[in-house]
Nanobody
Framework: QVQVVESGGGLVQPGGSLTLSCVAS????????MGWYRQAPGKQRELVAS???????NYADSVKGRSTISRDNAKNTVYLQMNSVQPEDAAVYYC?????????????WGQGTQVTVSS
């Protein structure tokens, strides 16, 4: 079992920046694909960005070019930095840890951290 805990949400002004952090428990963090998802009211949860254990990144088109996902395996931590934040970025942001095994997919979610965009 992996516990995933997000932090860093809060109020951000339009045009501002935010940095979210996610710490995962356990000694196999470096084997997980880590991802940031978000869910706005009335909308489905969507992928924001992901990073593999090898550091290969993937971004949603809506955040590409203004967001960076990174990981520090020594600290069991993944980060999401987002610049030029817009009102449509407001959502609950969730951290996800995912790993394929020979017989199943291990999938762990955090509780989420709220990001509010307002002046």
């Amino acid at each position: 079992q992996v516990q995933v805990v997000e932090s860093g949400g809060g109020l951000v002004q339009p045009g501002g920046s935010l940095t979210l952090s996610c710490v995962a428990s356990g000694r196999t963090f470096n084997t997980y694909v880590m991802g940031w998802y978000r869910q706005a009211p009335g909308k489905q949860r969507e992928l924001v960005a992901s990073i593999t254990s090898d550091g290969i990144t993937n971004y949603a088109d809506s955040v590409k070019g203004r967001s960076t996902i990174s990981r520090d395996n020594a600290k069991n931590t993944v980060y999401l930095q987002m610049n030029s934040v817009q009102p449509e970025d407001a959502a609950v942001y969730y951290c996800n840890a995912r790993r394929l095994t020979t017989i199943s997919v291990l999938n762990f979610w955090g509780q989420g951290t709220q990001v509010t965009v307002s002046s």
